[in-house]
C-alpha cells in the first residue's frame, strides 16, 4: 500500500475512535444524569408519602378518639336505660333514652362524614377504606339500634334545637319483643365487626411500617357476652325495656291555659282556666256566669299541654258555644246562637301548643255555653281525664 494512503486510513482510525469515546461519555453522562433525577424524585416522593401518611394519622386520631367516646357513652346508656326512673316531665326516662339514643346517631354519622372527608390525599394502600369503614359500620349500627328501640317503645327521635321543623315526628310502628330482641343483637353483631376492622387495620400499619398512630377502640370489649353493646347484652335489653314500668306509654294531655276575648269583667266567675301537670282540673259549669262586656264576637285562645311520656299526634281539640237562655227569652239571630270548631295538634311529650280558634258570632244580653275539650287516648279516657275538658257559662252584657 503507497505510504501516503496509509496516512489517511491511520488518520480516519483516530477520527472514528475519537468519536466513539465522544458518544460513549456523552450517553453515561446522560445516564448519570437519569439516574441521579430518579434517585432525587424517589427521594422527594418517599418525603411526601412518609408526610401524607403522616398528616392522615394525626386526623384519624382524632376521629378515633370521638368514636371512642361516643361507644363509651352510648355503652352506659344501654347498660342502665331498663333502671331509669320517671323525672317530672319532660324529663322521663323514655326522653332520657331518645335523647342519649339521638345523641350516639348523630356523633356517628358526623364521625362516618369526617372519616370520608379525610382523602385526598390519600395515605398508603387501604388505610383509608378500612378506617373509614369502620366508622360507617358504626354509624349504622347506632342507628338501627336506635330505630329498633323506638319502635320497641313507641318513640321517636327528637327535634334538634334551633333547626328548622316543618313538622313534628310521631312514633314510629311498634314491633314485637321478638322482633326487637333479634334486631337489638344483629346490632351487636355489626358492632364486633366493625371492631375487628379496626384491629386488621391497625395491624396491617404495623406490617407496612407506616408512619400512622392510631388509639384503640373498642366498642365490644372481652367479655363480650358482658359487653353493652355486644350481641348477647343488647338483645337480653330488648326484654328488659320492654317490661320496665317507667317505659310504659303513659297519656296525660290537659288544658292548661283558657282565655276570652274580649277578657271578662271583675264581676261574675273568671273567664280564664289555669292548671299544671302536677294536679290538672277540670272547670265546671256553674249558674254563675263569666260576664263579658258588650261585644258581637267571642274568641277563645287556649294551651293544651302534653304532660306524659309519649308522642301524641293528631289530638282533635273542641270548642263548642251553644245558646244557654232560660226557657222563653226570645232567642236572638240564627247567626249569633253560638257553633263549633275543631283543630288537630300533634305534641311531644311535655311540649305544648298555643291555639287560637275560629271567633264565634253572639248577642249581647244573652247566655252561652262554652265546652272545650280534648280528644283522649282510650288509656286516660279511662284512667286520668282530670284537665281535659273546661265549662264556661258566658254572659254577654247588653
Same mark, same amino acid.
Request: net charge positive; charged share 10%; hydrophobic share 40%.
Given at each position: 500500500?503507497?505510504?501516503?494512503? !496509509?496516512? !489517511?486510513?491511520?488518520?480516519?482510525?483516530?477520527? *472514528?475512535?475519537?468519536?466513539?469515546?465522544?458518544?460513549?461519555?456523552?450517553?453515561?453522562?446522560?445516564?448519570?444524569? $437519569?439516574?441521579?433525577?430518579?434517585?432525587?424524585? =424517589?427521594?422527594?416522593?418517599?418525603?411526601?408519602?412518609?408526610?401524607?401518611?403522616?398528616?392522615?394519622?394525626?386526623?384519624?386520631? /382524632?376521629?378515633? &378518639?370521638?368514636? @371512642?367516646?361516643?361507644?363509651?357513652?352510648?355503652?352506659?346508656?344501654?347498660?342502665?336505660?331498663?333502671?331509669?326512673?320517671?323525672?317530672?316531665?319532660? @324529663?322521663?326516662?323514655?326522653?332520657?333514652?331518645?335523647?342519649?339514643?339521638?345523641?350516639? /346517631?348523630?356523633?356517628?354519622?358526623?364521625?362516618?362524614?369526617?372519616?370520608?372527608?379525610?382523602?385526598?390525599?390519600?395515605?398508603?394502600?387501604? $388505610?383509608?377504606? !378500612?378506617?373509614?369503614?369502620?366508622?360507617?359500620?358504626?354509624?349504622?349500627?347506632?342507628?338501627?339500634?336506635?330505630?329498633?328501640?323506638?319502635?320497641?317503645?313507641?318513640? %321517636?327521635?327528637?327535634?334538634?334545637?334551633?333547626?328548622?321543623?316543618?313538622?313534628?315526628? *310521631?312514633?314510629?310502628?311498634?314491633?314485637?319483643?321478638?322482633?326487637?330482641?333479634? %334486631?337489638?343483637?344483629?346490632?351487636?353483631?355489626?358492632?364486633?365487626?366493625?371492631?375487628?376492622?379496626?384491629?386488621?387495620?391497625?395491624?396491617?400499619? =404495623?406490617?407496612?411500617?407506616?408512619?400512622?398512630?392510631?388509639?384503640?377502640?373498642?366498642?365490644?370489649?372481652?367479655?363480650?357476652? &358482658?359487653?353493652?353493646?355486644?350481641? +348477647?347484652?343488647?338483645?337480653?335489653?330488648?326484654?328488659?325495656?320492654?317490661?320496665?314500668?317507667?317505659?310504659?306509654?303513659?297519656?296525660?294531655? $290537659?288544658?292548661?291555659?283558657?282565655?276570652? &276575648?274580649?277578657?271578662?269583667?271583675?264581676?261574675?266567675?273568671?273567664?280564664?282556666?289555669?292548671?299544671? #301537670?302536677?294536679?290538672?282540673?277540670?272547670?265546671?259549669?256553674?249558674?254563675?256566669?263569666?260576664?263579658?262586656?258588650?261585644?258581637?264576637?267571642? !274568641?277563645?285562645?287556649?294551651?293544651? +299541654?302534653? #304532660?306524659? +311520656?309519649?308522642?301524641?299526634?293528631? /289530638?282533635?281539640?273542641?270548642?263548642?258555644?251553644?245558646?244557654?237562655?232560660?226557657?222563653?227569652?226570645?232567642?236572638?239571630?240564627?247567626?249569633?246562637?253560638?257553633?263549633?270548631?275543631?283543630?288537630?295538634?300533634?305534641?311531644?311529650?311535655?311540649?305544648?301548643?298555643?291555639?287560637?280558634?275560629?271567633?264565634?258570632?253572639?248577642?249581647?244580653? =244573652?247566655?252561652?255555653?262554652?265546652?272545650?275539650?280534648?280528644?283522649?287516648?282510650?288509656?286516660?279516657?279511662?284512667? @286520668?281525664?282530670?284537665?281535659?275538658?273546661?265549662?264556661?257559662?258566658?254572659?254577654?252584657?247588653?
Amino acid at each position: 500500500m503507497p505510504r501516503a494512503r !496509509r496516512r !489517511r486510513s491511520r488518520s480516519a482510525a483516530r477520527r *472514528s475512535l475519537g468519536k466513539t469515546v465522544f458518544l460513549f461519555g456523552f450517553f453515561g453522562l446522560v445516564t448519570l444524569v $437519569v439516574v441521579g433525577s430518579l434517585a432525587e424524585i =424517589h427521594a422527594q416522593s418517599s418525603a411526601y408519602r412518609t408526610s401524607t401518611d403522616s398528616g392522615y394519622g394525626q386526623m384519624a386520631w /382524632v376521629v378515633a &378518639e370521638a368514636s @371512642n367516646q361516643t361507644g363509651s357513652q352510648l355503652a352506659g346508656l344501654m347498660s342502665t336505660a331498663a333502671g331509669l326512673t320517671n323525672q317530672p316531665v319532660p @324529663n322521663t326516662a323514655r326522653t332520657e333514652i331518645q335523647q342519649g339514643l339521638d345523641d350516639a /346517631v348523630n356523633s356517628t354519622a358526623q364521625q362516618a362524614d369526617r372519616a370520608e372527608g379525610l382523602v385526598p390525599p390519600f395515605p398508603t394502600g387501604t $388505610v383509608s377504606d !378500612r378506617f373509614t369503614q369502620v366508622m360507617a359500620d358504626r354509624a349504622k349500627a347506632t342507628a338501627d339500634l336506635r330505630t329498633t328501640i323506638d319502635r320497641g317503645l313507641g318513640m %321517636a327521635p327528637l327535634p334538634i334545637a334551633g333547626a328548622p321543623s316543618t313538622s313534628t315526628p *310521631s312514633s314510629a310502628p311498634l314491633i314485637p319483643i321478638g322482633q326487637a330482641t333479634a %334486631a337489638m343483637g344483629a346490632v351487636g353483631v355489626l358492632f364486633q365487626r366493625a371492631d375487628r376492622l379496626y384491629g386488621d387495620l391497625l395491624a396491617y400499619v =404495623h406490617a407496612q411500617r407506616l408512619p400512622i398512630h392510631l388509639p384503640q377502640s373498642v366498642w365490644v370489649p372481652p367479655p363480650v357476652a &358482658e359487653a353493652p353493646l355486644g350481641p +348477647t347484652q343488647l338483645a337480653a335489653t330488648a326484654s328488659a325495656l320492654s317490661t320496665a314500668v317507667p317505659l310504659v306509654p303513659f297519656h296525660q294531655l $290537659v288544658i292548661t291555659a283558657v282565655g276570652l &276575648e274580649p277578657p271578662a269583667v271583675t264581676t261574675g266567675v273568671p273567664g280564664t282556666a289555669s292548671n299544671s #301537670c302536677s294536679a290538672p282540673t277540670s272547670t265546671v259549669r256553674t249558674s254563675t256566669p263569666t260576664v263579658l262586656p258588650p261585644t258581637s264576637s267571642v !274568641r277563645v285562645a287556649m294551651t293544651v +299541654t302534653n #304532660c306524659g +311520656t309519649v308522642v301524641e299526634s293528631g /289530638v282533635v281539640v273542641t270548642q263548642v258555644i251553644t245558646l244557654a237562655d232560660p226557657a222563653g227569652t226570645a232567642p236572638p239571630p240564627r247567626a249569633t246562637r253560638g257553633g263549633r270548631a275543631q283543630t288537630q295538634v300533634t305534641l311531644l311529650s311535655g311540649s305544648s301548643a298555643a291555639l287560637s280558634l275560629p271567633s264565634v258570632s253572639v248577642a249581647s244580653g =244573652h247566655l252561652y255555653d262554652l265546652d272545650l275539650s280534648i280528644a283522649l287516648p282510650p288509656s286516660q279516657a279511662a284512667h @286520668n281525664p282530670a284537665g281535659s275538658s273546661q265549662q264556661f257559662l258566658l254572659q254577654i252584657s247588653g
